[in-house]
């Protein structure tokens, strides 16, 4: 079991920064491939970025890349976001998950089927 704990959302205005956090519990975080996903009101859970057990690979969506960084410290068991140049459509609750992953190419751990642990959501909200 792993229990997962996001924090760091909050409003900011379009153009700025936030950096989400993600701690896990238990003693095989590092075993796990992390993922972010978002949802927005109305609308389906998307994938945001994954991280590779070591952090050695990353993936992002198109919508993210460049503005988004996912990176991961196994000694204090927590996964980052950091966002930049944030737009209004980021708004969103976003959630942070875990997953065993395979040996597959990191960008097949972009579905939210692969993970098996989620946590409660962190809310940003980007106005203009």
């Known amino acids: 079991q792993v229990q997962l704990v996001e924090s760091g959302g909050g409003l900011v205005q379009a153009g700025g920064s936030l950096r989400l956090s993600c701690a896990a519990s238990?003693?095989?975080?590092?075993?796990?491939?992390m993922g972010w996903f978002r949802q927005a009101p109305g609308k389906e859970r998307e994938f945001v970025s994954t991280i590779s057990w070591s952090g050695g690979s990353t993936y992002y969506a198109d919508s993210v890349k460049g503005r988004f960084t996912i990176s991961r410290d196994n000694a204090k068991n927590t996964v980052y976001l950091q966002m930049n140049s944030l737009k209004p459509e980021d708004t969103a609750v976003y959630y942070c998950a875990a997953g065993r992953g395979s040996l597959r190419a990191i960008a097949t751990m972009s579905t939210a089927d692969k993970y098996n642990y989620w946590g409660q959501g962190t809310q940003v909200t980007v106005s203009w």
């Open positions: 238990g003693r095989t975080f590092s075993s796990y491939v």
